[in-house]
C-alpha cells in the first residue's frame, strides 16, 4: 500500500511500431501499488535523460527487437511511492530517490551475475527495451536493481550518469590505461562522450577528443579535453593523433561513436599494448581493424556493456563528489520526436534530459 495518491492513468511516450514515429499518450494505465509483485517497486519519476540508445531501439536498427507498444527511456530519476507486498530485505525504502539504468533487473544468482556481468544475464529485464522505459510519470522497477541518489545530486544532473556515466566509467575502468596516458574518445561531444572525458580527466588520463563542429569543440575544451579532432576536417587522424602522443599513439580509445566509421582506424592509433573499448552500437557495422597489427602491436579490443550496480554507484559517487557534471538541456516529454531527429543528425552536444516532474 503506499501512502501517495497515485493516478489511474499517465503520459507515456510511446511507438507502437518499429520504425513508427513516437508520440504522446496522456492516458496510458498507471501499475497500481497493489499489483506490484514481490521486489517490484513503483517509482513516481522526476526526469529522465534521452541516450542514442532510444532512438536506435525505436527505430528498429539493431539485431535485436524491442517488446511493443516500446515506452523507452532508461536514464531515469524518481521517488519510490510503492514497494510490492511482501518484499523483505528491500535496500531501498518508500519515498527514497532512486535512479533507473538500462538494466532494470538480473536474477543476481547464474554465473554472469555472480561473475559482475549482470548486464549478460540471461533473465536479464531492459529498461526502455523489454520492460516499459522512463519515458513515463510512473515506472515499475525492481528493488534490487534501482541505484540509490546521492542527496546533494540533483535529480536532472543525476539522470545520464545512470546511462552515458556508467558504461564510459566502467570502459575507462577496464581500458586498461593509467594515471597520465593517453585515452582518444571518438565521440566525444555527444551525451557519452562528453561524460567520458570527465570520468577520464577525474581519474588523471589525457584526452584526445574527436568529434565534430564548433559547439562540440567548445564543450570538449570546456570539459578538459587536452586535444581536440575535428572528423569532418582532419586529412590524417592516425598521423594528427601519433604526432599528439610523441609518435608513439594513444594508449586507449573508447569508441563511443553511433557509427562502424569510427572504429576503423583505432588499431593504426594506438601504440603497442594499447585497448580498444567498443562502445558505441551501430547495428551492421564490423570493425574493420588489420589482424596482423592487431597481433604484432599486441593490441585489445574490448567489447563493453553498460555497467553493473556498483559500477553504477561508484560513477554515481564520482559525480557527487563534482567530478563529473553532464551537460544537458531542458525538454519536455512531448519535444521527444524531435530530440529522435536531432540525435539521428549529430546535432545534440552533450544530453537531452526530460523533465517529467517540476519541482515541488
Ligand atoms: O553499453 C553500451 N556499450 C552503450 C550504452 C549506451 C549507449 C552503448 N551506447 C551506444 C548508443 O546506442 C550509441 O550507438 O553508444 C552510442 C552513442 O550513444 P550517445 O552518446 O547517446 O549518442 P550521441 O549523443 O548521438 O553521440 C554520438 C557522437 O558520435 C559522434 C557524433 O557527432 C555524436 O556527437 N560521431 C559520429 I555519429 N561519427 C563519428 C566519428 N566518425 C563521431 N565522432 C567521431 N568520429
Ligand atoms: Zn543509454
Partial sequence: MSQYNIPKTQSVAIVDKIGGTVHVNPQHPVRQPEDLALGECLV????????????????????LTANLPLIGGHEGVGEIVAIGKGTVDSPVKVGERVGIKWLAYSCLDCEMCLKGLEQNCVKAKLSGFTVDGT??????????????IPDNLDSL?????????VTVYRALKYSQTNASEWVVLPGAGGGLGHMAI??????????????????KKELCKKLGADHWIDFKESKDIVKEIKDLTDGLGANSAIITAATGAAYSQA?????????????GLPGEATIDASIFFTVY?????IGSYVGNRQDAKEAMRIASVGG??????????????EVYEELKEGKIAGRVVVELKKKD
Avoid: N
Fill in 297 to 301: 602491436k599486441s593490441i585489445t579490443i
Fill in 135 to 148: 519515458f513515463a510519470e510512473y515506472v515499475v522497477s525492481w528493488v534490487q536493481h534501482v541505484t540509490p
Fill in 324 to 337: 563529473v557534471k553532464c551537460h544537458y538541456a531542458k525538454h519536455p516529454l512531448s519535444d521527444i520526436k
Fill in 267 to 279: 588499431v593504426d592509433y594506438l601504440q603497442c599494448g594499447g585497448t580498444l573499448m567498443a562502445v
Fill in 198 to 215: 570527465q570520468y577520464a580527466k577525474f581519474m588523471g588520463k589525457r584526452v584526445i577528443a574527436i568529434d565534430t563542429g564548433k559547439e
Fill in 44 to 63: 513516481k519519476m522526476h526526469c529522465t535523460g534521452v541516450c542514442h540508445t532510444d532512438f536506435h531501439a525505436a527505430s528498429g536498427d539493431w539485431p
Fill in 157 to 165: 544532473e543525476a539522470a545520464s550518469i545512470l546511462c552515458a556515466g
